[in-house]
């Protein structure tokens, strides 16, 4: 059976018991979320929460949150604001996500997520009470899993919140209803018609059916011949990459438990700094360099998470071998022309990064 998820959905109120022994509402506090998990009863109307959360559910999301702190190096401007909770959902539907989109001035787009905003552009976007950066319900009526391994009969909990949250940093078409309107996602202005134009170009004419590429990558975006809003433009065409997280639908028994390697692509070219891009970064963990660097491909060298030095035009860096034992390194940086040299001390590798592609 496969199921939907749904970026859009409507909500009815909904009550079933809670089983015994379960928490009401938890917060979860991780390195770029604040989350509510509301519990049975909790939030306001509409969002109230129909079931209360498992001590398992509530480490599956920590795990969730994790995946994607970990995926990305930018620096929020503060922590995203999200509610997850338990509510009536179209039938079919696992799950949905409901973002709060803000105009933004970007080059090719208008609009964008708040959660792009605040934590891709590292600008703040200032709430409204009440109000949230995006809100997540799961549909109680479908078994949803935890476990390590995910079985045949039920869902995999991780692999759909991550989806979900997917939608939010930045895997959102505004094409929600069969056309667009006034506002584009950078989402939106990376798809392309066999033209070459993207929707706001005046030679796009968005028709279902129609495959649609995004990104450089290969990708196709998901546009069935029937509009499905919530689906439709706002997931990754599975014949374009079978191990897309942000598919339109998951089978029982399967995880996708990360953004696959096109994916990841695609959100670099929505201007995401990926901590594992090899496009982006050269390790040196792995020990592979070990002699002078042309610093003029870098614009910058990334010390460990919370130091970047900017070494300037045409400047080196020196790496000692870093064979053998890797647990402490003594890096030189010689600055520029000048003598300026610094000692850096570290324990966990360094990586080189570098602003945008060169080729
Ligand atoms: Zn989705």
Not at 177 to 186: D, S
Request: charged letters at 20%.
């Amino acid at each position: 059976m496969k199921l939907t998820l749904s970026i859009l959905s409507c909500l009815t109120g909904l009550s079933t018991l809670a089983p015994m022994g379960w928490a009401a509402t938890h917060e979860i506090t991780t390195k770029n979320f604040h989350i509510t998990l509301l519990g049975n009863g909790d939030g306001p109307a509409d969002w109230m929460g129909t079931r209360d959360w498992s001590d398992d559910q509530i480490a599956a999301v920590t795990t969730t949150l994790n995946i994607w702190d970990d995926t990305f190096r930018n620096t929020a401007s503060r922590k995203i604001e999200a509610t997850i909770s338990w509510g009536a959902l179209e039938e079919g539907v696992l799950a949905g996500s409901f973002s709060n989109y803000v105009e933004y001035d970007g080059e090719n787009y208008n609009a964008a997520t708040s959660t792009e905003v605040i934590w891709k552009e590292g600008e703040d976007v200032v709430l409204e009470e009440g109000e949230m950066d995006f809100r997540l319900q799961f549909n109680p009526v479908y078994g949803f899993s935890t476990g390590n391994t995910t079985p045949q009969n039920a869902t995999d909990f991780i692999s759909v919140l991550l989806h979900e949250i997917g939608h939010n940093v930045g895997f959102n078409s505004l094409n929600d209803t069969g056309t667009y309107g006034e506002y584009y996602t950078i989402w939106d202005s990376l798809i392309t018609d066999a033209q070459g134009n993207h929707p706001g170009d005046a030679g796009f004419n968005y028709q279902t059916g129609v495959s649609y590429t995004i990104g450089s990558g290969g990708l196709t975006v998901y546009n069935p011949f029937v509009f499905a809003p919530g689906s439709s433009m706002s997931h990754v065409d599975a014949a374009s990459d079978p191990n897309a997280l942000m598919q339109y639908s998951i089978g029982e028994g399967i995880q996708r438990r990360n953004p696959s390697d096109q994916e990841k692509a695609l959100l670099a070219e929505m201007g995401w700094v990926l901590k594992d891009d090899p496009t982006y970064y050269a390790s040196v963990d792995g020990a592979s360099i070990t002699d002078q660097i042309d610093l003029n491909f870098f614009t910058s060298v990334l010390v460990n998470r919370n130091m970047t030095i900017d070494p300037g035009e045409g400047a080196t860096i020196v790496l000692p071998s870093l064979r053998g034992d890797k647990a402490e390194y003594n890096v030189t940086i010689h600055c520029g022309e000048s003598a300026d040299r610094q000692s850096l001390q570290h324990r966990h590798g360094l990586h080189l990064r570098r602003r945008g592609h060169r080729q």
